[in-house]
């Protein structure tokens, strides 16, 4: 699977599952809408990182490390309330975002070999 497809899902995950939490609460808090906020930024960038470009990748790339440490909180949160439902929303986000940073980090490393491979 390429960087941007990954990417890609990671974005409707976000958006999705932060949705869910927020309309499917009885107390609704802003806070359970970052994450849609973070998908929605992610998901401009798409077109960016399918080019290969660098800046916006980096940007992605940066993006999607904060949610993935910010997404912590939350699961503490959520499994020091004993919310099932809320535990895996966030875990779903948590490992859909770590993929996303590992085909990110991939993606880099075969950039530079290929520039290295070149540039030889």
Same mark, same amino acid.
């Given at each position: 699977?390429?960087?941007?497809?990954?990417?890609?899902?990671? &974005?409707?995950?976000?958006?999705?599952?932060?949705?869910?939490?927020?309309?499917?609460?009885?107390?609704?808090? $802003? =806070?359970? %809408?970052?994450?849609?906020? $973070?998908?929605?930024?992610? %998901?401009?960038? @798409?077109?960016?990182?399918? =080019?290969?470009?660098?800046?916006?990748?980096?940007?992605?790339?940066? %993006?999607?490390?904060?949610? %993935?440490?910010?997404?912590? *909180?939350?699961?503490?949160?959520?499994?020091?309330?004993?919310? =099932?439902?809320? =535990?895996?929303?966030?875990?779903?986000?948590?490992?859909?975002?770590?993929?996303?940073?590992? @085909?990110?980090?991939? &993606?880099?490393?075969?950039?530079? *070999?290929?520039?290295? *491979?070149?540039?030889?």
């Amino acid at each position: 699977m390429k960087a941007h497809t990954i990417s890609l899902v990671n &974005s409707v995950i976000l958006i999705a599952m932060s949705a869910w939490g927020y309309f499917g609460s009885d107390t609704r808090s $802003f =806070t359970a %809408l970052i994450p849609l906020f $973070f998908g929605v930024v992610l %998901l401009l960038c @798409y077109q960016g990182v399918k =080019t290969q470009n660098k800046v916006i990748a980096h940007v992605a790339v940066l %993006l999607t490390l904060v949610v %993935l440490v910010a997404l912590f *909180k939350p699961l503490k949160g959520a499994i020091d309330r004993s919310d =099932t439902e809320a =535990t895996i929303r966030v875990s779903v986000m948590i490992v859909a975002s770590a993929l996303s940073m590992v @085909y990110f980090i991939k &993606s880099f490393i075969d950039a530079r *070999k290929e520039r290295e *491979k070149s540039d030889a």
